[in-house]
């Protein structure tokens, strides 16, 4: 079983900053690739922005030039930096792994969210 853990949300004013974690742990062979998520209300959920093992990134137009995803493969963690944060940015945002665990099986697994608050 792979948990992940996810932290460094909260309450911030329009242009702000802040810096998601989220840390795997548990049963783990490899990470393939490891991605933020996040659900305003009323809204579906969407891909914020991901990252491969050997380090290609992909991000949403919405969040292009202000957002900044990396990971460090050591520590099965991977960061959000989020920069000139706007009202819209407002969501549950959940991180998303997937790899393969150490009996071989493939796994899949979402963290429990951490909710970031933009003010106007």
């Known amino acids: 079983q792979v948990r992940l853990v996810e932290s460094g949300g909260g309450l911030v004013q329009t242009g702000g900053s802040l810096r998601l974690s989220c840390a795997a742990s548990?049963?783990?062979?490899?990470?393939?690739?490891m991605g933020w998520y996040r659900q305003a209300p009323g809204k579906q959920r969407e891909l914020v922005a991901s990252?491969?093992?050997?380090?290609?990134?992909y991000y949403a137009d919405s969040v292009k030039a202000r957002f900044t995803i990396s990971r460090d493969n050591a520590k099965n963690t991977v960061y959000l930096q989020m920069n000139s944060l706007r009202p819209e940015d407002t969501a549950l945002y959940s991180c998303?792994?997937?790899?393969?665990?150490?009996?071989?099986?493939?796994?899949?697994?979402w963290g429990q969210g951490t909710q970031v608050t933009v003010s106007s």
């Open positions: 998303n792994a997937d790899g393969k665990g150490r009996a071989g099986w493939p796994f899949a697994s």
């Open positions: 990252v491969t093992r050997d380090g290609s990134t």
């Open positions: 548990g049963s783990i062979f490899s990470i393939n690739a």
